[in-house]
């Protein structure tokens, strides 16, 4: 009986790849494609009876980021690429799926979910704790840059070495894959909040002026970069004067950004040549041909391939949608059940 009901939920069910961002969930349906990218945001109520209420969730929530007055907070439940609000990252979670699913009830769907290399047992369980509790019938885990070389369509079952970079909000992730294997792989809780925290500091620091969290995430994607422009560019900023309070308005250039944001940049660089360095040499050499391909939303940082060419002296490729390349492996895999065995982890 229990495998008749089971099997009848199969049938209605549709089976989702969940990249589950610290910047940014991304969702794809079986069948379908991706079908979802939203900020990883909650807007939640504290003063109600029952603890929190869900008011906004995504794009919505975000921009309420900072913007809220005192009983509602604007929350971001995944920090450092795993979960660290478990009750609002349920919410999320089940938001995302009712929302995917047209709200249908009784769709319990089988979920793939993207975990940062290196997750610790606790912070498994936590992420497939999560998913059941948001309707999950089964979960799977996959570790990202796995299913980042999985999406950028790298020949993963080869006796090939394939080195990928995923720079995210929370983490950089740095992979050697071969033979449906990870060979090699180190996490750095170094991204891109690590580079909007750097940029605010150094507003307040030169100026004495207060930015928010997305006025500096704006500042790195419009003049943000790893390496000098041919053409320096320059950017009006609005923010609080930190000794008058008053709003004010000042002009900043993309050299000074730059140089804000060299340390989480010669950290990622590091971790590069210390992946590069613990290769085994017969996989080093494939690398020298093959190159390395960089992807996450960090890899959209202007000149961060020419200075990771430049320090290793190796072909650097950045993906063509580096925000949905993990999401998308991780639904290819959800397309053909046969290479999850191989790819997934317990
Ligand atoms: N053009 C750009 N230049 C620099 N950074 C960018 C650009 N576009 C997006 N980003 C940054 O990429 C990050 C989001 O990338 P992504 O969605 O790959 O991360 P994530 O999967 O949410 O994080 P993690 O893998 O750490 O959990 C954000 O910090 C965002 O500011």
Redesign the pocket.
């Known amino acids: 009986m229990f495998k008749i009901v089971n099997s009848i939920l199969g049938t209605f069910s549709t089976d989702l790849a969940i990249?589950?961002?610290?910047?940014?969930?991304?969702v794809y349906v079986k069948g379908k494609g991706i079908v979802l990218s939203e900020p990883?945001v909650v807007a939640v109520r504290r003063d109600v009876r029952d603890g929190k209420k869900v008011l906004a969730v995504g794009s919505d929530a975000k921009r309420m980021l900072g913007r809220t007055p005192g009983n509602i907070v604007a929350v971001r439940p995944?920090k450092?690429?795993v979960i660290a609000d478990f009750e609002v990252a349920e919410a999320m979670l089940r938001h995302f799926i009712c929302r995917v699913h047209n709200s249908r009830k009784l769709v319990r769907p089988r979920i793939i979910v993207a975990v940062?290399s290196g997750i610790t047992q606790v912070e498994k369980r936590a992420v497939r704790e999560s998913a059941q509790s948001a309707g999950a019938r089964e979960v799977y885990l996959i570790e990202?840059p796995m299913a980042a070389a999985i999406g950028a369509n790298l020949p993963i079952t080869e006796p090939t070495s394939n080195m990928v970079v995923?720079?995210?909000?929370?983490?950089?992730?740095v992979a050697v894959i071969s033979l449906s294997g990870i060979v090699y792989s180190r996490s750095v809780k170094v991204?891109?909040?690590k580079?909007?925290e750097a940029i605010i500091h150094h507003v307040k620091r030169k100026y004495n002026m207060l930015i928010g969290e997305s006025t500096a995430?704006m500042i790195?994607?419009k003049i943000?970069s790893a390496y000098p422009l041919t053409e320096e560019i320059e950017m009006e900023i609005k923010g609080r004067n930190l000794v008058s309070g008053i709003p004010q308005h000042i002009t900043i250039t993309s050299e000074e950004i730059r140089k804000s944001l060299s340390e989480q940049v010669d950290s990622i660089v590091q971790a590069v040549k210390l992946a590069l360095e613990q290769t085994p040499p017969e996989l080093a050499a494939d690398i020298v041909d093959r190159g390395i391909v960089l992807?996450?939303?960090?890899a959209?940082?202007?000149g961060l391939d020419a200075l990771l060419r430049e320090a290793t002296d190796l072909p650097i490729t950045v993906v063509d949608e580096?925000?949905s390349t993990?999401v998308l492996g991780a639904g290819k895999v959800l397309e053909n059940l046969d290479v999850l065995k191989e790819v997934t982890i317990d």
């Open positions: 990249d589950l961002g610290t910047a940014n969930t991304c990883s995944m450092d690429g940062p990202e995923d720079i995210g909000g929370g983490t950089t992730e991204g891109g909040d580079m909007d995430e790195k994607m943000g992807t996450g939303g960090g959209l940082l202007r580096p925000l993990v």
